[in-house]
């Protein structure tokens, strides 16, 4: 079996949270995308966000520890194995974020996305039909309603 590393941002504002409908799939997904051989996920998530919509976010989660001489890298939220029928299975690395500009503008990538939408709870239930989607975008809302 072989695999491939990609990285999947939930990026929340306001208690909604940001999806794109990928031009490829036809479907609502966060931002994300194949981490580079050049990079960590973290900088990947970071790449893949201001790529695919134009803003600058920051990580959320765990503070990362300092460390002399080391590179520690931004804990994910969680890290999940997604079966992919036509290639390599994609180990994602899930990260919450947040926009680094209340007065952003989404430029949205038109090569990557059709249209971007913030999602609040009751849109998120009624509109995505993908479960995994559904579970991972409501548990980054609760996220960040008991965190920030």
């Not at 997904?29 to 970071?46: F, H, I, K, M, R």
Request: with cysteine.
């Amino acid at each position: 079996m072989s695999y491939r590393y990609t990285c999947a941002v939930f990026v929340l504002n306001e208690e909604k949270v940001l999806l794109i409908k990928h031009k490829k799939l036809n479907r609502w997904l966060p931002p994300g995308g194949c981490v580079e051989s050049n990079e960590t996920p973290d900088e990947a998530a970071l790449r893949e966000v201001y790529e695919e919509v134009g803003v600058h976010i920051e990580l959320l989660g765990d503070q990362v520890p300092i460390l002399p001489e080391v590179k520690v890298v931004h804990q994910p939220i969680h890290i999940q194995v997604e079966q992919n029928p036509d290639g390599p299975n994609n180990i994602d690395f899930i990260y919450y974020a947040k926009l680094m500009d209340k007065n952003y503008t989404i430029k949205l990538n038109l090569d990557e996305a059709l249209e971007y939408h913030w999602f609040d709870r009751l849109s998120i239930e009624e509109l995505i039909p993908q479960h995994e989607l559904k579970i991972n975008a409501l548990k980054a809302l609760d996220f960040v309603s008991l965190k920030y």
